[in-house]
């Protein structure tokens, strides 16, 4: 059995080491156009940052560890330009030394990863313009960085961008981002990313939307970039991260199918149209764990799952592939961002109905010192009640929730699971009714219709409605949203005279609680009234801009 | 409808905002026997440790706001004396007057909680022995910390001992701590706790497992407290903390069950034998979500949702308590253990099949910094995978991994299913193949039967083993254990001719995964081989006192 891959990086590496577990016996054969293996992709903006000063920590291993240990066939600055199928054979240049020979397989497993789109802009070739992709694009960014400059502006608000603009930042280094949508991260609902936008100007980032680059010229004192606005922009550095295109071209001219965005077809065992090909990574269209739709998900985590499972099929095993799920983390500035599953955009884009909960919950208990913040947004089915995504926002404790939030999507859960779901508690962990238990409560109300909640988008719809802010004076007075009354939940049961009847009220508070609370008062006092769902907080993230935000 | 709740702190205060929640109309009597309700049971260690200086931040809601916002009657210092099932009415007494009345109910929850037990030793009447449960104990051990002591013996290393003892030690007091279990933390496996003793000690603790108080004497310096083995320790403070029992007299005078060790029975809605009588929290015997077994764990997470579960059930809806899962965790000098489900210990006394994998990952990628380790345990279904419980030690991350398998339990998942698990990565979070995932990738191979694992409590039973050290020269050179010889794994494919044949050979390195590596490649050699689960780790987790033991 002779195993050759292509691609060196997550999914090849992931490969190649299963590969050797599952056989002593095969030879397994590794080509890396690169000159490194298995680097430590999502590092890269910190080495630049300084977060990570040592390159060589980047190198998750090395080729002489892979020969050594896995007795791995490693051939760097290698690259295969073709494969011929019925010969079984690729055919691979050595780039040092431009030596072309051709090498034969049993089973072939692909895993080129994907490249940086480079918009046609003109500029776009001057020499500080760049993506980031690998450790020598990173060498690159790095130096430039090292000698000292002023300005950089990042074309595309995605993970890596922005993690990019938080380590130019860090490095003194004045940052613009600029991203076409209204948002950035473009695979989380917008209102999610508000607290994101806020992040970057505290941190000092320019963060312009609606906005990319059209032309960047070479000036005296770097580059000037023009933006769509008909503004510019000095930099003396530019990264592009407009997102990433499947490298396809060996699989697409082998005759090996692909997707209209290039991906490379795979079945759920990861077998291209050639059933002794196997396609991972970057470069392959992979099945949406939610929706059974394609998708390509560039991310590492799948990579890696995927080339171990491709090594499994190509051994014999008939490991299947669930598909993704599209879980992902980015840390900014001290706040976390992170989502799993179906997003409220792509439901909509879907036409498949849904319901949502937010919430707003400290990370541990409120009692003991340290407590963060973070919203949480729950998305599922309305009338399962069966989870089809999350997404939060916040300080600590995001990370845990969501990847709680994964394991339940995974599994098929409802928010009647989360609501009794036992987690750990102790004040500087948790709380005895976890965010997620809360998650649950609320959205499982919903489900069992135990009362009327509304969403903020859906309030617009209402006629005449009166905004009834259920919070203390205090709060409201210091922001709260335009045109709403205000009367504390504690007084409410006494002041029902004071409210119209005939208009639908829509109730809120802080975060839903009080809220709720006062919509079964009002319930019971016969109004037409409803609560808000995740109450002023959710509010704020629908209006980030809105003037009367103060806090 | 009129619903009496017995006991407001953690079931009953949850009870009566559910109840309020649920029906305007209703009338609502909750009656505490304290002062307080809703206090912060789990933050007391932290107040007399100065970490939550303001007393009223342990209060969680105060009598006055339920009686505000939830309309509830609320009737503190009164006690519940006797229920009279065929009125439906309850006896209560006012412990500040002293009067004495009855009040009716439609349906009644108790929530009365448990007592701390007392030793009957000598002694454990004098004046600075406390047990700690409320806020008036809180306050009583914290004016002797106050005055200032030197030292202090704590009788029991449950969480709540072990909270205090870092707490003392915060405060400057020289503090011992028993148990006459080998162990602390009775509810973890033995092997789990190894690293908690070593950290109480590195923090300045004296641990005497194996020990308990045989008595109290008053002297002149405070009190000499006398140790099982004889010796005496001399404190100015003692708390015991051995353990708590049912506060069942009320359920038990009124003729309702009560299983063996006290908890007042209930069914799946929460209902003792008196259907209008439903029993929550700390007072009950639940049901064990693993085994099915009654139960009693007196945890604040399980108690809130059952006092949700009790009112839903009082109001007519039917909801049932899926069982106690015992997910627990505890903070010790900047440690965390945490642990869900069925212990090893558990299954072992309840005589069911199980496996065990260990893990040792970092809690984030290892090329980010501050990566800190965590040791993890997962116990599953032998023939099915099916995961049975988890236990983790180490610094963060343990509560979200623990967290993550929590909810997987419940979910019924597989040790399949961790290795198709699809958590957040990016490398200040989590690593490509999350600890989650590793562990499944182990357990899932062990299952599948992929290659053969030993246990290190079954090495002994080998004939004549050999012990593998397959770490390098410089590794095994720092510790090994006893008697191995040691064959780096990158050097073993070259040296197998240097390996004894038909002597039975346990390969081991510091994790396990190189130790995988090298069992396939003696198998392929035709060696007798086996991998030691969890490697030298794991090894040392089980020999914490061994004195080859140098790291």
Redesign the interface.
């Known amino acids: 059995m002779k195993l050759v891959i292509v691609g060196g990086v ?1 999914g090849g590496a992931s490969a190649a080491a299963r590969a ?2 599952l056989s ?2 095969a030879d397994i054969v590794m080509f890396e156009r690169g000159p490194d293996v298995s680097f ?1 992709n ?2 890269l903006p ?1 080495h630049i940052g300084g ?2 000063p040592q390159r060589d ?2 190198l ?1 291993t090395t080729p002489e560890r892979l020969r ?4 791995l066939d490693v051939r760097t600055r290698s690259e295969v330009e073709a494969i011929d199928r019925a010969k079984k054979t690729v055919r691979v240049r050595e780039l040092n030394t431009g030596r072309v020979y051709e090498e034969g397989y049993d089973k072939l497993i692909l895993a080129p990863g994907a490249a940086p789109i480079r918009p046609p802009i003109p500029g776009a070739d001057l020499p500080n313009v760049f993506a980031l992709r690998n450790l020598a694009d990173t060498d690159r960014i790095k130096a430039v960085v090292d000698g000292g400059i002023e300005r950089a502006v990042i074309v595309g608000a995605g ?1 890596i961008g922005l ?1 990019l603009a938080e380590n130019f930042v860090r490095r003194g280094v004045r940052t613009t981002i600029l991203d076409l949508n209204k948002q950035v991260l473009a695979p989380f609902d917008p209102e999610m990313t508000a607290p994101l936008h806020a992040a970057l100007r505290e941190g000092g980032v320019e963060v312009l939307l609606g906005q990319s680059a059209e032309a960047i010229a070479a000036g005296t004192a770097g580059m000037a970039v023009t933006l769509t606005s008909g503004d510019t922009r000095s930099a003396q550095l530019v990264v592009l991260g407009v997102g990433v295109r499947p490298e396809n071209k060996l699989a697409v001219q082998a005759g090996l199918e692909a997707g209209p965005r290039g991906g490379v077809r795979v079945n759920e065992y990861l077998q291209t149209t050639d059933p002794d090909i196997f396609a991972v990574g970057d470069a392959v269209e992979t099945t949406d ?1 939610g929706t059974g739709e394609r998708t390509q998900v560039p ?7 995927q080339g ?1 499972i491709a090594a499994d099929n190509a051994f014999g095993r008939k490991a299947k592939y ?1 598909g ?8 900014l500035f001290g706040h ?1 961002a ?1 989502m ?1 599953g179906l997003s409220e955009k792509a439901l909509k884009r879907l036409g498949r109905p849904y319901r949502k909960v937010y919430i707003h919950p400290a990370h541990h ?1 409120g ?3 340290g407590a963060e913040g973070m919203s949480l947004k729950v998305i599922f089915d309305p009338e399962s009640g069966r989870l089809l995504g999350a997404q939060g926002v916040g300080g600590a404790g995001v ?2 929730r ?3 939030l ?3 999507v ?4 409802t928010v009647f ?1 989360l ?12 709380s ?3 965010p ?2 809360m998650a649950g ?1 609320v959205a499982g109300g919903l489900v069992r219709g ?1 009362h009327p909640q509304i969403d903020w988008e859906a309030v617009a719809a209402l006629p005449n409605p009166l905004l009834l802010d259920v919070r203390t004076a205090k709060e409201f007075a210091e922001s709260h949203i335009p045109g709403a009354v205000n009367v504390p ?2 007084e409410l ?1 006494g002041r029902l005279a004071e409210l119209p009847k005939g208009r639908p009220v829509v109730a809120y508070c802080q975060v839903g609680q ?1 809220g ?2 006062a919509t ?2 009002l ?2 006092a016969g109004f037409d009234v409803r609560n808000l769902g995740g109450g002023y907080k959710t509010y704020l993230l629908h209006n980030a801009g809105d003037p009367a935000r103060k806090a």
């Open positions: 997550a050797r577990r002593e016996d430590a999502c590092g910190y977060v990570i920590r980047l998750v050594e240990r896995f007795r993970f993690e764990f991310l590492a985590g799948p990579a890696n799952r171990r669930r993704t799920q599209a879980t992902a983390i980015l840390g976390t992170a799993t208990a009692y003991y010192p990370d845990k969501i990847d709680v994964a394991v339940a995974q599994a098929g859960m699971d609501e009794e779901a036992e987690l750990c508690y102790a004040p500087q962990f948790g005895a009714k976890d997620i238990n409560f135990d939940v504690d049961r009080r709720y609370l079964r008062v319930m019971h």
